[in-house]
């Protein structure tokens, strides 16, 4: 067996327990995996909407916002661009439904056919043509200046939403709405392009209501330590919900220094306050400014009972001690659960801004997910509320395609949607018609959903057909490409391979070779540029690597395992030099067998059905949140029976533990090296713990990663 489990701190396991309530087991598996901030954890242990940033976190959104109520108030015709991947229709789908569900004339344009990513110069004449004066790009655009500077030479305002590298100038856009973007604002850089389109129709939303624009303090006050001597007065001031100013002051009472503290310039500057509750404020203000101050306070009980019933009757300091968001703050928990009260009451109060606007997070899931986005930070919450949505309630557009694919019988997961229903998503755009998945999630008409899904997987199975004849075809250049690699890297560049194709092709190359630690195939010439797609193993990051070439490229971007790029056909050889002379510099001995991370060693006592919750905890998994890895010793085996094609290997064992009879799967079990398993045996194991749906049922079951035997059988 070959896996690591690193040592914890004790400290901080305790630590993390006693301030998050969390279990131990919890508490450790956090910090192997290097979560220990309060600010990492509420992403983990959390899924309401007002753990989610502000999009008017972002600099420009309060601009982009305004134009596009401009537009649509004085009926303005609006140009959508998006991209042919499952992130960009996703996106265009969304805009497209909010900004016509508010009366805009709105047209959408995605790439069809070989089109090149991105604006091109004939889509700003299409767009000229349609008579469009305000252009949105979603999950594009950042790096289109020249396009964008003849829009605007047009008299056109462009608006950019994208979440790709951006280059060192930025487009001269109106707006530019990108978490990628050093000048963004926006404190999570790995949102899709879908989740920052849904950022954008938040903020719509938002500016159709009061909170918009406006301005208020939240303030507690509480005496300080001592003799009743001080007190301690803790404010923020927010501006479209946003903590924009914090100020706490320890006040000696009826003695305050009115010329140096920014606490009282904070008060008198003509915002409202706002309280918790106003009598017991007031005199708590009065000890320490003296009974002659004059200040006017606003009460919030009322209103948040109304929305939020379980604060009825409750002080602050009580609702303190129950409040979720005070276990996340660094400093006084009274201000942050007042600010979590506050944010919460008027978020809710607003179904457009709560229950309506989850409804949306189906289509954000699967952008998300379908980009290998990393499930850190609010993605977590994005994919996790998404998730639900299309378990529980899925928009009756995506019901038969849900139904095909065997995907409505069950709660969903992030590997079902990466598995079975983005890539049919995915294949329209991947044989140049996009357009076929944009009208299946535009549609309103049950037979046109219908007619619109059986196309899209009939464009699946096309695809497939495809990306195998493509592979055939493409295998003894791969081969030949590795050997004159000296095994240490694959470029595959036949010149035939449609760009649609390149990611399968270098992922189906990348699993054939296993020599190569990773593949870049090359997609045929579209015009003057061409189009890549580069896969890799464990021991070479994508991104990274493709940053040493980036003089070559128009754009690129990817993540640790995947990414991609597109560059101009006069680049190519150069950049083909430049990476030779780079892969003979690397130190590739080949790949060393990798050891498997495991999360925690289980007891007996450990193994019920609680530890499920603790892998559910940990859900969605995905993208630098890989599923939980566990560590049992002294299972015995009851029982091993094939599955299937007997040269698969494939086995399932029935494994007691303690009084528990197990199922468990090993796939490959019989094939793996030195497999030497019978009934009787006690085995140490390296294990998953999933549910598994079987009509209508589910049950628990191990999957088997790693075994060895701890004793002879008797």
């Not at 000048?183 to 159709?208: D, M, N, Q």
Request: charged share 25%; net charge negative; glycine share 8%.
């Amino acid at each position: 067996m070959n896996y690591t489990l690193n040592r914890t701190a004790p400290d901080t396991v305790r630590r993390m327990c006693e301030k998050y309530n969390i279990s131990f087991l919890c508490a450790s598996i956090f910090a192997r995996r290097g979560i220990t901030t309060g600010d990492e954890i509420r992403f983990y242990l959390e899924s309401g909407l007002n753990y989610l940033h502000s999009p008017f976190l972002f600099r420009d959104m309060e601009e982009a916002v305004d134009r596009i109520a401009s537009a649509l108030d004085e009926k303005e015709s609006i140009a959508l661009f998006g991209d042919r991947d499952a992130d960009g229709i996703t996106s265009a789908a969304l805009l497209a439904q909010e900004l016509r569900s508010m009366g805009g004339s709105v047209f959408v344009h995605l790439p069809e056919g070989d089109e090149p990513y991105g604006l091109t110069m004939d889509a700003v004449g299409k767009i000229k043509d349609e008579g469009a004066s305000l252009v949105i790009t979603v999950d594009c655009g950042i790096s289109c200046n020249a396009e964008i500077d003849a829009l605007n030479q047009a008299g056109i305002d462009v608006i950019v939403t994208d979440h790709h590298i951006a280059g060192e100038e930025l487009p001269d856009a109106l707006a530019v709405i990108n978490p990628k973007a050093a000048s963004s604002g926006y404190p999570f850089e790995h949102l899709a392009g879908c989740a920052v389109t849904s950022k954008l129709i938040w903020a719509l939303r938002f500016s159709s209501t009061p909170l918009y624009r406006s301005r208020v303090i939240l303030l507690h006050s509480q005496p300080g330590p001592g003799e009743d001597t001080t007190t301690i007065v803790q404010a923020v001031e927010l501006y479209n919900l946003v903590p924009v100013n914090r100020v706490v002051e320890e006040l000696p009472n009826r003695a305050v220094d009115f010329s140096s503290s920014r606490l009282v310039r904070l008060l008198t500057r003509n915002i409202p306050i706002m309280v918790l509750d106003k009598d017991t404020e007031l005199r708590q203000l009065k000890a320490a400014f003296g009974s002659s101050a004059d200040i006017s306070l606003i009460e919030l009980r009322g209103e948040l009972e109304r929305v939020i019933p379980r604060v009825k009757g409750k002080s602050l300091f009580s609702l303190t001690t129950e409040s979720r968001a005070a276990l996340y703050a660094d400093g006084y928990g009274e201000i942050e659960t007042l600010l979590s009260l506050f944010t919460s009451c008027c978020i809710y109060k607003y179904p457009s801004l709560s229950r309506e606007y989850i409804r949306i997070l189906d289509l954000v899931a699967i952008g998300t997910i379908a980009d290998m986005m990393p499930l850190v930070d609010e993605n977590r919450i994005l994919v996790k509320l998404g998730l639900r949505e299309l378990s529980l309630r899925p928009r009756e557009n995506l019901i038969q395609l849900l139904s095909s694919q065997n995907l409505l019988s069950h709660p969903l997961c992030a590997q079902d949607i990466g598995w079975y229903l983005s890539p049919v998503i995915n294949a329209s755009g991947r044989l140049g018609c996009p357009q076929v998945a944009l009208d299946l999630l535009l549609s309103e008409d049950k037979q046109e959903m219908y007619d619109l899904t059986m196309k899209l997987l009939s464009l699946n199975k096309e695809r497939q057909k495809r990306g195998e004849d493509a592979w055939n075809e493409s295998r003894s250049d791969a081969k030949a490409s590795l050997e004159s690699f000296g095994s240490k890297f694959l470029l595959l560049d036949t010149g035939k391979t449609p760009r649609g194709l390149t990611g399968s092709l270098a992922s189906r190359a990348l699993n054939e070779f296993t020599s190569s630690p990773a593949v870049i195939v090359l997609s045929r010439c579209e015009g003057d540029r061409i189009s890549a797609s580069i896969r890799s193993r464990e021991s070479l990051n994508c991104r990274d690597f493709l940053s040493k070439f980036s003089s070559f490229f128009i754009d690129f971007g990817g993540h640790k395992r995947a990414g991609g790029f597109s560059m101009k056909i006069e680049n190519k050889e150069g950049f083909k030099k430049a990476l030779e002379e780079e892969v003979m510099k690397m130190d590739i001995g080949g790949e060393e067998e990798e050891s498997l991370p495991v999360d925690a060693l289980i007891s007996e006592n450990d193994m019920n059905l609680n530890l499920m919750k603790v892998v559910e905890l940990f859900e969605p998994y995905g993208e630098a949140n890989k599923p939980l890895v566990f560590l049992f010793s002294g299972a015995k085996i009851v029982d091993i029976i094939t599955l299937g094609d007997p040269s698969k290997g494939n086995i399932k064992l029935t494994l007691q533990i303690g009084r528990t009879l197990w199922p468990c799967l090993w796939w490959g079990g019989r094939n793996s090296e030195g497999f030497d398993y019978e009934a009787g045996d006690t085995i140490k194991l390296v294990f998953r713990l999933n549910r598994n749906y079987y009509k209508g049922m589910d049950s628990v079951q191990l999957t088997l990663l790693q075994c060895e035997k701890e004793n002879p059988a008797r």
